[in-house]
């Protein structure tokens, strides 16, 4: 199974004598008329045309550092830097396997917030003071695989290594360990639950102008008074029951109408079976590897229980919309203010049903974080299982 997330590293000091190693120091370093920041900004290919690609902004989404995007007057004062550093430029670049990367890492957004939090951590890891250094990195979307071109140097060149009685500047070789942790920590930050809040955020966003309307509310209040009328009149209403096993198949439609009916929880209800596959994939290797039986299914475990726990809610929900009917159907329609009290019970009974509506997304996101946030602890876990990451954060 190919890796979600690679990252690849270059560098280039200052004790390299080589021309061809000048050459590839003048383009990091901004000594050259079509550099590396023109490359990041444009998403040109060093060797092409540039005229072709300058205008094309969805080749990439614009230089950043940990502040934003670049203005103008913010990529001046890089290149100045560059042009006059002594430090090791290192050169990285992040790459995402197709649909993972067109789903985690898609926009400037998710790239600045990956960047922004793990990059420091790499540092550290690597043995760079993060305070002592000046990044910059740009998101390119001009290929199915989507990928961040990240440059970095120190602000002040401290990292040394002794030879002799003298101490000269560290070619910049970084730790494989640092390289390779750095790899699966992007993986983890940018399924994590923050990331998939963000995530989410912006499909609501995105999905503003869809409101719920009137018929929604119809529809829904006819559904749940439905589902009220065919309860037992004794015992206990739990989805899980026996007293309600006879309902539960409509139940269960019901909650695929609410999660169907918003794109920002269907989104997240595929996000998490596709993950829960993922997790049942990865474990049935292990089993096989062990030559033992997978004692359960992560996916059917996780989906009775959400079910169960979605389930409660349209109950709950079915039950309160019955007794509200019941109380509107009281009054006498053919007396004037009645009729008019009626109409007022029903706008509010249909207003209840749209509440149901907001607070099951509420619910759906809330539900599937929490699993989600449960699966990457697992692949954590697996990660330091497999040597990838040797030790506990």
């Not at 389930?311 to 709950?316: A, C, H, K, R, S």
Request: hydrophobic share 35%; with cysteine; proline share 2%.
């Amino acid at each position: 199974m190919a890796d979600n997330v690679n990252f690849f590293l270059n560098f280039y000091g200052t004790n390299n004598s080589s021309d061809f190693y000048k050459e590839k120091r003048k383009y990091y370093s901004s000594n050259k008329a079509k550099d590396y920041i023109n490359y990041i900004q444009t998403g040109i290919e060093e060797f092409k045309d540039y005229i072709e690609y300058a205008n094309n902004k969805e080749k990439s989404s614009g230089i950043f550092n940990q502040n934003g995007l670049l203005s103008e007057k913010d990529k001046k004062q890089l290149r100045e830097q560059l042009r006059e550093t002594k430090s090791v430029i290192w050169d990285g670049l992040i790459t995402f396997e197709g649909s993972f990367g067109k789903v985690w890492c898609n926009s400037y957004e998710q790239a600045y917030e990956l960047v922004k939090s793990e990059l420091p951590k790499f540092f550290k890891r690597a043995g760079l003071n993060p305070d002592n250094m000046i990044w910059y990195a740009g998101l390119h979307e001009n290929t199915d695989n989507r990928h961040i071109h990240l440059s970095f140097f120190e602000k002040e060149p401290v990292r040394l290594r002794p030879r002799k009685e003298e101490k000269v500047f560290s070619n910049g070789k970084l730790s494989k360990t640092a390289i390779l942790e750095f790899k699966a920590h992007l993986e983890l930050a940018a399924t994590d639950f923050k990331a998939r809040e963000r995530r989410n955020r912006q499909l609501i966003k995105q999905y503003a102008n869809e409101q719920l309307n009137e018929n929604m509310g119809l529809i829904l209040n006819n559904k749940l008074l439905s589902l009220a009328n065919r309860f037992p009149k004794k015992g206990s209403l739990a989805y899980a029951s026996e007293n309600m096993a006879s309902l539960r198949p409509e139940i269960d439609n019901l909650t695929d109408y609410l999660i169907n009916r918003s794109k920002v929880s269907k989104v997240a209800y595929e996000d998490f079976i596709e993950l829960a596959i993922y997790k049942d994939e990865r474990f049935e290797s292990y089993c096989k590897r062990n030559r033992c039986k997978r004692p359960f299914s992560f996916e059917k475990q996780y989906m009775q229980d959400i079910y169960r726990r979605l389930g409660n809610i349209v109950i709950d929900y079915a039950f309160k919309i019955k007794q509200m009917d019941n109380e509107r159907l009281k009054l006498n329609a053919s007396v004037r203010r009645e009729k008019i009290m009626q109409k007022k019970k029903l706008a509010k009974q249909l207003n209840e049903c749209l509440r149901l509506a907001n607070k099951f997304e509420y619910e759906v996101m809330s539900a599937f974080q929490e699993f989600m946030d449960k699966l990457d602890q697992a692949n954590y876990r697996r990660l330091v299982e497999e040597g990838i990451i040797d030790f506990e954060m």
